[in-house]
């Protein structure tokens, strides 16, 4: 079966169950067999046209026929076909129109196999702008009468598809060369003006589903990200886009009618598959356009002034999070391909660190239930409940690579991209409130101790759980922080902010981090000396690159993660918290105070260096001749470049030492053996106040800075 003929449309399904519904009171033409199997009462054996078999005997049959169904028609060859019968039966493909001559096989296998025999490509429709706005003009009138025209005879003739068969073709074949529009940007407001967009849109609630198909990749062509660029045309695509969007559409815009249609597509026809990628792709497309800040500037002039994002409206007119999150955690998902499945997850991940995720998306444990408008939920259990849990089923993917390594290149990615969906998520209070409910908490715990490649993700979603943002009240995180504390977390990270790499997460194989056998290319290089790195390949230097990038991010976090305890444990917190987190500093000589001065001074000479070599680039030349403020952008560099893991170690040994003499005192002669002082640590301290938020833990740094 070649590519062009892998499905067969629902039109043609229908046509196929008409024509089998029709022809089971009649006998059937041909019985295959390839041997004689006995005699059959008005067949005759032989090898012909459709193969070896039993033929049916026509001398016999039109003898019957005329004996005791006088009415009905004899059987005949296909030339005898009267004209209405030798109706053309049709498949929509992506980009072209297939036409396939009518038979009438005796079975439903039969009759695809002969359709995917016999029909013929049929090139469609180019798009003719020679004529301007008046040629786009006369096209989108054709397309209303092609909508029309179908409409009428769906309702005249709904009970014979082979009626209204033409029309469909027609209106397909109008939808099809729109796809070229894509290279005429300058025309997209007119087209939106003639009212197009929204002829399209009401095509995706098409009764036949290739119909809606072929509207949504058609917006996939128009709506492509890659058309922006920053010219005067993208007032067009924004105007394109905020029609398509829905702004004054309310529940009825393209973005939500293309996701109720995931809903109805079927997963067991390929084409209808590949429909629920094509909606994932129209999504992406939507989100990058709107990182553009295009539905803010949109088309005032057509609506009312004001501006929706992506997020809002597949947060508030659809369910697709619910639907993707609760198809991830399917255990049983074998009709979604790894690739499918990828694609699923960088959505989700991108529609989380969305800005506007934080107010739409704030408590995943009341998403909506998965529903469309397309669709009739009347037969939902009444008994079922009225929400999904998407925190559940967050934990549930992730869980199933708690003691595993990824076997793929894809599944790194997708695994990498549901830690980040899950730490994205936690910028929301109430969502860490879901998380610690789920026992969130005690499963990144165990995926950090079995030392895989969740491990890495796991430990960023901890950082952002026990961290949170500066304008969150403390209660969530403080609660989360004891939560780690009372789970085993000191264990855990210790001997990883240790720098103990028998206790880290180790990256997959399919990863470049944890490419081994580039790796071990690399070591025997080393061992060779200077003249070998000399042969190092591109694709070599990426992988030691993101080799270095896996155990130092893993440093950073382990970092955070502590400076996360030291700010909301307190005095009031349970089971002497406080006190078991400060003798863990004190424990084995100190060693844990040895390492955080060592890695203070470690990071503050990273950042003094990143600062250096901003205001040396071109960059800040650059800056400064556009009137950009140069001290702000090198402040940026120099957190980048590790300011902002020496700010809050400077706050983690300031913490260790108001609160123990002990500590202080072995902080002081380690910093003195490293010919420092405490002075390094007051002024992290003040840097750090300088960026923060006015609140409590400001004011607690400023009086730990005056009592060291």
Same mark, same amino acid.
């Given at each position: 079966?070649?590519?062009?003929?892998? @499905?067969?449309?629902?039109?043609?399904?229908?046509?196929?169950?008409?024509?089998?519904?029709?022809? %089971?009171?009649?006998?059937?033409?041909?019985?295959?067999?390839?041997?004689?199997?006995?005699?059959?009462?008005?067949?005759?054996?032989?090898?012909s046209?459709?193969?070896?078999?039993?033929?049916?005997?026509h001398?016999?049959?039109?003898?019957?026929?005329?004996?005791?169904?006088?009415n009905?028609?004899? /059987?005949r060859d296909?030339?005898?076909?009267?004209?209405a019968?030798?109706?053309?039966?049709?498949?929509?493909?992506?980009?072209?129109?297939?036409?396939?001559?009518a038979?009438q096989?005796?079975?439903?296998?039969?009759?695809?196999?002969?359709?995917?025999r016999?029909?013929?490509?049929?090139?469609?429709?180019?798009?003719d702008?020679?004529r301007?706005?008046?040629?786009?003009?006369?096209?989108?009138?054709? $397309?209303?009468?092609?909508i029309?025209?179908n409409?009428?005879?769906?309702?005249?003739?709904?009970?014979?598809?082979?009626?209204?068969?033409?029309?469909?073709?027609?209106?397909y074949?109008?939808?099809?060369?729109?796809?070229?529009?894509?290279?005429?940007?300058?025309?997209?407001?007119?087209?939106?003006?003639?009212?197009?967009?929204?002829? $399209?849109?009401?095509?995706?609630? +098409?009764?036949?589903?290739d119909?809606?198909?072929?509207?949504?990749?058609? &917006?996939?062509?128009?709506?492509? /990200?890659?058309?922006? @660029?920053?010219?005067? @045309?993208?007032?067009?695509?924004a105007?394109?886009?905020?029609?398509?969007?829905?702004?004054?559409?309310?529940? +009825?815009? =393209?973005?939500?009618?293309?996701?109720?249609?995931?809903m109805?597509f079927?997963? #067991?026809?390929?084409?209808?598959?590949?429909?629920?990628?094509?909606?994932?792709? !129209?999504?992406?497309?939507?989100?990058?356009?709107?990182?553009?800040?295009?539905?803010?500037? =949109?088309?005032?002039?057509?609506?009312?002034?004001? %501006?929706?994002?992506?997020?809002?409206?597949?947060?508030? *007119?659809?369910?697709?999070?619910?639907?993707?999150?609760?198809?991830?955690?399917?255990?049983?998902?074998s009709?979604?391909?790894a690739?499918?499945?990828?694609?699923?997850?960088?959505?989700?991940?991108?529609i989380?660190?969305?800005?506007?995720?934080?107010?739409?998306?704030?408590?995943?444990?009341?998403? /909506?239930?998965?529903?469309?408008?397309?669709?009739? #939920?009347?037969?939902?259990?009444?008994?079922? *409940?009225?929400?999904?849990?998407?925190?559940?089923c967050?934990?549930?993917?992730?869980?199933?690579?708690?003691k595993?390594?990824?076997?793929s290149?894809?599944?790194?990615?997708?695994?990498?991209?549901i830690?980040?969906?899950?730490a994205?998520?936690?910028?929301?209070?109430?969502?860490?409130?879901?998380?610690?409910?789920?026992?969130?908490?005690?499963?990144?715990?165990?995926?950090?101790?079995?030392?895989?490649?969740?491990?890495?993700g796991?430990?960023?979603?901890?950082?952002?759980? !026990?961290?949170?943002?500066? *304008?969150?009240?403390?209660?969530?995180?403080?609660?989360?922080?004891?939560?780690?504390?009372?789970?085993? =977390? &000191?264990?855990?990270?210790?001997?990883? &902010?240790?720098?103990?790499?028998?206790?880290?997460?180790? /990256?997959?194989?399919?990863?470049?981090?944890?490419?081994?056998?580039?790796?071990?290319?690399?070591?025997?290089?080393?061992?060779?000396?200077?003249?070998?790195?000399?042969?190092?390949?591109?694709?070599?230097?990426?992988?030691?690159?993101?080799?270095?990038?896996?155990?130092?991010s893993?440093?950073?976090?382990?970092? +955070?993660?502590?400076?996360a305890?030291?700010?909301?444990i307190?005095?009031? %917190?349970?089971?002497?918290?406080?006190?078991?987190l400060?003798?863990?500093?004190?424990?084995?000589?100190?060693?844990?105070?040895?390492?955080?001065?060592?890695?203070?001074?470690?990071?503050d000479?990273?950042?003094?260096?990143?600062? &250096?070599n901003?205001?040396?680039?071109?960059?800040?030349?650059?800056?400064?001749?556009?009137?950009?403020?140069?001290?702000?952008?090198?402040?940026?560099?120099?957190?980048?470049? =590790?300011?902002?893991?020496?700010?809050?170690?400077?706050?983690?040994?300031?913490?260790?030492s108001?609160?123990?003499k002990?500590?202080?005192?072995?902080?002081?002669?380690?910093?003195?053996?490293?010919?420092?002082?405490?002075?390094?640590?007051k002024?992290? $301290? #003040?840097?750090?106040?300088?960026?923060?938020?006015?609140?409590?833990?400001?004011?607690?740094?400023?009086?730990?800075?005056?009592?060291?």
């Amino acid at each position: 079966m070649n590519t062009t003929n892998s @499905t067969i449309s629902s039109t043609l399904d229908r046509i196929t169950s008409k024509a089998i519904e029709a022809g %089971s009171t009649k006998k059937d033409l041909f019985i295959p067999s390839s041997t004689w199997q006995g005699a059959k009462p008005g067949y005759v054996f032989r090898t012909s046209t459709s193969g070896t078999g039993y033929y049916l005997d026509h001398s016999q049959s039109n003898e019957i026929n005329e004996i005791s169904h006088s009415n009905d028609k004899r /059987p005949r060859d296909e030339d005898g076909l009267p004209e209405a019968e030798k109706r053309r039966k049709v498949r929509f493909g992506q980009d072209e129109i297939k036409t396939i001559p009518a038979k009438q096989p005796t079975s439903a296998k039969l009759l695809l196999e002969q359709a995917e025999r016999e029909q013929e490509e049929q090139g469609r429709k180019s798009l003719d702008l020679s004529r301007g706005k008046s040629s786009l003009k006369s096209i989108v009138a054709n $397309l209303e009468k092609s909508i029309a025209k179908n409409q009428m005879q769906r309702s005249e003739f709904s009970s014979s598809p082979e009626k209204f068969m033409d029309s469909e073709v027609a209106l397909y074949e109008e939808i099809a060369q729109l796809n070229d529009l894509a290279t005429s940007v300058e025309y997209y407001r007119y087209f939106v003006e003639l009212g197009a967009v929204d002829q $399209l849109v009401v095509l995706l609630g +098409h009764e036949n589903v290739d119909v809606a198909l072929a509207v949504i990749r058609l &917006f996939v062509e128009l709506l492509d /990200p890659t058309l922006f @660029t920053g010219a005067a @045309t993208d007032d067009g695509l924004a105007t394109m886009a905020t029609e398509f969007l829905g702004v004054g559409h309310g529940k +009825h815009g =393209g973005l939500a009618m293309s996701i109720a249609n995931v809903m109805r597509f079927r997963e #067991d026809e390929e084409e209808e598959l590949k429909g629920i990628d094509d909606v994932l792709n !129209l999504v992406e497309n939507l989100l990058d356009l709107d990182q553009t800040g295009m539905f803010s500037q =949109g088309s005032s002039d057509m609506h009312e002034s004001h %501006s929706r994002s992506v997020v809002s409206v597949i947060a508030s *007119s659809s369910s697709l999070v619910s639907y993707l999150l609760t198809k991830l955690a399917d255990k049983d998902l074998s009709k979604w391909n790894a690739s499918l499945r990828l694609h699923a997850s960088e959505v989700l991940s991108a529609i989380f660190q969305h800005d506007d995720a934080r107010c739409y998306l704030e408590n995943l444990n009341k998403l /909506p239930l998965v529903s469309s408008s397309l669709m009739d #939920d009347s037969n939902t259990n009444p008994s079922q *409940s009225l929400t999904v849990d998407g925190m559940e089923c967050l934990l549930q993917c992730i869980a199933v690579y708690r003691k595993v390594q990824p076997e793929s290149d894809e599944e790194c990615e997708y695994i990498e991209n549901i830690f980040d969906t899950l730490a994205a998520s936690l910028l929301s209070e109430m969502n860490i409130q879901c998380f610690l409910d789920g026992e969130g908490i005690e499963l990144m715990l165990r995926c950090i101790n079995e030392r895989v490649h969740s491990g890495f993700g796991s430990l960023k979603v901890l950082y952002f759980a !026990l961290t949170g943002l500066e *304008s969150f009240q403390s209660k969530c995180c403080k609660v989360a922080t004891e939560t780690f504390i009372e789970a085993g =977390g &000191f264990k855990v990270i210790f001997p990883i &902010f240790m720098g103990r790499k028998a206790k880290m997460p180790q /990256p997959s194989q399919y990863c470049d981090a944890g490419n081994i056998e580039l790796l071990k290319k690399y070591a025997a290089i080393k061992e060779n000396g200077k003249q070998g790195t000399k042969s190092i390949s591109n694709k070599l230097k990426q992988v030691i690159a993101a080799n270095k990038d896996w155990y130092q991010s893993i440093e950073g976090f382990s970092v +955070h993660i502590i400076y996360a305890l030291t700010k909301h444990i307190d005095d009031t %917190s349970p089971n002497d918290s406080k006190a078991r987190l400060l003798a863990k500093f004190i424990e084995n000589d100190g060693e844990k105070c040895d390492r955080v001065v060592e890695l203070c001074l470690k990071y503050d000479l990273k950042m003094r260096q990143a600062e &250096f070599n901003y205001y040396k680039s071109d960059e800040a030349e650059e800056a400064e001749m556009n009137g950009v403020d140069v001290d702000l952008a090198a402040l940026n560099s120099k957190l980048q470049g =590790g300011g902002d893991v020496f700010h809050r170690l400077s706050a983690i040994i300031a913490f260790i030492s108001v609160n123990s003499k002990r500590c202080h005192r072995h902080i002081l002669e380690q910093l003195h053996t490293q010919n420092s002082g405490i002075g390094i640590i007051k002024t992290g $301290l #003040d840097e750090f106040v300088g960026i923060l938020h006015n609140g409590h833990h400001r004011d607690e740094l400023v009086q730990f800075s005056s009592q060291l």
